[in-house]
């Protein structure tokens, strides 16, 4: 039963007359008591009327009862009225308030963890061509926060200061987002200071993320879902207002996509190799319309739903070429989900130190692709191979490893591209936790190998002076 403060003091009120006869040295009064138990923050809230008393109901009642005795000058003292040579007594019971930001459940929650306890005024600022979300947040301690979704993200947001108190206008810009982004797609917040990265849910859980594990509890107090809902909002109405078709009849302009140097140079660059594997000079892609990905083994949900999460994304960047899941036991391209014992029979090597493998056959005649055989660890098995990775960065790992698989099936390329020159990509990809997702440079590889005026080329080199050139 939730208790409205009005009807609190009438309760009160009627609880004092009849217990007059009883306890007449009574001086605690509910707002004492209310004041005593809540923490500041929670009491700022009951206040507002953002919480209710419930949770807090059978110590309001044991110190009305006088049963605990505060810290304040309305402290009841407990005196002996048989024996008056008895010194005064003090009965004092432990409140332990809840941490800012967290409910009492919270129990693991530490005082010294970035958190953020409200947002508000979120508006949607952007303008043609440049997105933008603005919020107030009220936070302690928070260096970085960012919003994460399984296939995208938005930028991170970094504090002007870090402080006990924080109060502060957040920009967040989108990466990578579509007008298709849903809530069930939302992942977690996560907030970071230098010691520590604490993730929200949307359930109200928490995970406290370091080097040597995972803290798991319940529960923060955040409005989460507000800012999850607006943000999302914001990506619909960004698309829907910013993309437009203008027909001028009676001719059509078509815009050919063109490439910088840093693109064309990051695709060359992804197939280095000290093996002499990819010392070849030639032009790899899948020429047939239709593609089939084939998925056999033991695999999770998490690993099924990341790898469709991945073809989805492709399909977007290789115009031309449609790439689709299918359930049979051989595709076109076939992914494995097997220990280090079934590799072999998939023509796999069985390394034990390695979590992916894959091999592809070509038809050097017409340049295309046309087989490719993928294995991959299941799930566990990443758990036997990184022992001290967090639930977090084995879940990362997992999705890293997908969808470089996915792209080297279809490009050739194993994603040697340098990291320090080009950043964390999956085709530069230096730890497996930093990159889970196609990012912009990535994708612009794609439509580079998958574009229809180099379709017939024979080497790489020719790629690269066509778009050099255009």
Known sequence: MKLHKSFLILLLIVFFNFCSNENLNTEVSLNDCIKNILSPTDYEKFLNNEITLEPYQELIDD?????????????????????????????????????????????????????????????????????????????????DVKLVFQSCKSTTYKFNNIDIEQNEKAEFKNVDCNQNLTIQSFKYLEIQNLTDTVRLYLDKTYSHENTQNTISGCCHELNLDYLVSEYIQSVKTYFVTTTTTTTIPPTTTT?????????????????????????????????YESVSIAVQGNYSKYQLDILNNAVNSLNKNTPGVNFYLVNSTEGNVDFYFYDHSEWNKEYCTPNSSYRRYGTYDFDSSANSMSKSVLCVLPEDGYKTLLPTASSSQLKDCIASDLYLLLGYAVTGTQGNANNSKYGDNIFSMEYCNETTSYTSLDKRMFKLIYDDRVKNFKTRTEVVEFFSNS
């Open 255 to 287: 815009t050919l996509p063109k490439f910088t140097n840093k693109e064309l140079g990051f695709y060359i660059d992804s197939y280095s190799t000290s093996d002499g594997f990819n010392s070849v000079d030639r032009f790899l892609r899948w020429q």
């Open 63 to 143: 110190c009305l009862a006088g049963n605990i005795i505060l810290k304040s000058p309305s402290t009841d003292k407990v005196k002996n009225s048989d024996v008056q040579s008895q010194p005064t007594t003090t009965i004092q019971t432990s409140i332990t308030p809840a941490i800012k930001g967290f409910t009492l459940e919270a129990t693991n929650a530490s005082e010294k963890w970035p958190m953020i306890y409200k947002f508000e005024n979120i508006v949607d600022e952007s303008s043609n061509y440049n997105f933008s979300t603005t919020v107030k947040i009220s936070s302690t301690r928070v260096e």
